[in-house]
């Protein structure tokens, strides 16, 4: 049994909050989300076999979506379109593949930003009320004249009307966030969205989010919007310094320009009036900081605090959904797709291959004496080599063509529309690269090679993922076994009789 996968997500419905702990006992499915609901699992060995996992007010509910087998929730057969609710620990029959859920769900209370709004409003409200209520009685006893109080009371409301277009702006980034927080797939597609909107709602002219590299070991910054990087020599810029300093005390900060000018070093740049730096979290861990900073002569205003606290909770949780997500579909070491999601993506393109009658082909890399490098360097220096090599193969794949990590030091390429002959060219190429790429590792140049083995889609694999990515091993293996640092062929179980057969044919008629 593979390790249990654990899935903290956030659910917004409205303006509530669920938190629901998703541990799949066994995970032979792939797990990734669709435009309109949370979580989608797909079994890659039976194909369109999904199902879908969202939030109905009695807790999470699984619906199964026009699979060919149907979904069995707790021997409960759902056809498709009919959705049931998910009992805290559950059994689901997907297909031919048994996993078992459980969850823990909890609702959080968040400050209702809309709901504060409203409040401050009608306090406004009131406010005026009083006051022209006042300036009535004062008229009355004409102790001011009429031409004060017009004036009084249209600055009044111009205030009131500006507060209400504010709040309305804010009031539709949040809805848009909401959408975002339950869509989104790439936490960096989110990042890059999410900034520009607030950056427009708050006035601000620049920003840019910090966030730690994947190993976690510096801070990087990240969806740059209008934001150049700074040519200073001497020491960060002020923008970049105030973010770290956030950042690691996990402080949240709405600096006006007089707090600013308080800054000796670094000074902060001339024309800024206003800083924000807003650390996004979820259950108390620092994701990432945002910064914004404006030259509006106002600055970032009191009144548009309470709105940051709404929006800091709200970005968040899209930030931690998106990263746990973008975990469970990409390999975290080297970014190319995860195992499940490569064996998805193998699927999909067999079935086309079969539909269309295209050719597909699939490359499977194993560097060699890879344990050495480890056993020689470290385990550092083994994780550079394999982050070297996924990039190598990166940047030679065209558009159509899908790179993963299975795990350790073995690769796959999968190439649509390409027959295993012309395949078996673009492996040598591959071959020949690696071996010609000498990593530079803890300033060592190390030698590297890789065996190779290809194979090409054939009707006998009933569209099975494993079992296209077991006949590449084979030649891989062969590769192997005859030297390493080459590249084999596969040849389909009926080819290899006749091959056997011939070579009996012809002992025989030498003998
Ligand atoms: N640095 C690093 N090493 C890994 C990772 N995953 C697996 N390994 C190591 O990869 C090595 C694979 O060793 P073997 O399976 O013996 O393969 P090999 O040394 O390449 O030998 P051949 O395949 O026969 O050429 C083991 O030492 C694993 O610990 C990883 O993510 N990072």
Redesign the pocket.
């Known amino acids: 049994m593979s390790e249990p996968m654990v899935l903290d997500l956030d659910w917004l419905q409205g303006d509530k909050h669920h938190s629901v702990r998703l541990t799949l006992d066994d995970t032979p499915v792939s797990i990734g989300r669709d435009p309109v609901n949370l979580l989608v699992l797909h079994d890659s060995s039976v194909s369109r076999q999904h199902a879908e996992i969202f939030l109905t007010a009695q807790g999470p509910a699984l619906r199964d979506k026009g699979s060919r087998f149907g979904t069995q929730l707790d021997q409960h057969l759902l056809q498709p379109a009919q959705s049931m609710l998910l009992p805290p620990q559950c059994e689901l029959l997907f297909g031919r593949q048994k996993v078992s859920l459980r969850y823990d769900a909890a609702h959080h209370h968040e400050q209702d930003f809309a709901v504060w709004a409203l409040h401050d409003l009608q306090h406004r409200i009131d406010d005026m009320q009083q006051h022209s209520l006042g300036a009535l009685i004062q008229l009355s006893q004409q102790a001011q004249p009429l031409s004060d109080l017009q004036q009084h009371l249209c600055q009044q409301f111009q205030q009131l009307q500006q507060a209400a277009q504010q709040w309305s702006a804010q009031n539709s980034l949040l809805q848009r966030l909401n959408t975002l927080v339950n869509q989104t797939q790439g936490y960096l597609v989110l990042l890059e969205h999410a900034v520009p909107m607030i950056a427009e709602v708050l006035g601000a002219r620049r920003g840019f989010v910090l966030m730690a590299d994947k190993r976690g070991q510096s801070l990087q910054r990240q969806a740059c919007w209008n934001y150049a990087p700074p040519h200073a020599t001497d020491g960060p810029a002020f923008s970049e310094w105030i973010a770290r300093e956030c950042f690691e005390r996990q402080e949240f900060r709405l600096l006006s320009a007089q707090q600013l000018s308080r800054f000796v070093s670094p000074r902060p740049e001339v024309e800024v009036t206003g800083v924000l730096a807003m650390p996004l979290q979820a259950n108390g861990e620092t994701l990432a900081l945002l910064y914004l900073d404006t030259t509006h002569t106002d600055g970032f205003n009191q009144l548009q605090e309470t709105f940051c606290k709404t929006l800091q909770a709200q970005l968040g949780l899209a930030l931690k959904n998106a990263i746990t997500i973008s975990r469970a579909l990409c390999d975290d070491?080297t970014g190319l797709c995860s195992r499940s999601m490569i064996e998805e993506q193998i699927t999909l393109s067999m079935e086309q291959a079969k539909r269309y009658g295209q050719p597909c082909s699939l490359i499977f890399i194993?560097?060699?004496?890879?344990?050495?490098i480890?056993d020689q360097y470290g385990?550092f220096a083994?994780?550079e080599v394999?982050r070297c090599v996924a990039a190598l193969l990166k940047t030679l794949a065209r558009k159509a063509d899908r790179v993963g990590r299975l795990?350790?030091?073995e690769f796959v390429v999968l190439v649509n529309n390409t027959s295993p002959d012309s395949a078996l060219i673009y492996a040598e190429r591959i071959r020949a690269d690696i071996a010609a790429l000498e990593p530079l590792v803890t300033g060592v140049s190390l030698k590297i090679t890789a065996s190779i083995g290809v194979a090409g889609f054939h009707h006998a694999l009933h569209n099975l993922a494993y079992r296209f990515i077991d006949c590449a091993d084979q030649a891989m293996y062969q590769a192997?076994n005859s030297g390493?640092n080459r590249v084999c062929a596969h040849k389909p179980a009926t080819l290899q009789l006749l091959d056997t057969a011939s070579d009996t044919l012809r002992s025989g008629s030498r003998g």
């Open positions: 070491l194993d560097l060699d004496n890879f344990k050495q480890n385990h083994g994780d394999l795990g350790g030091e192997k390493k």
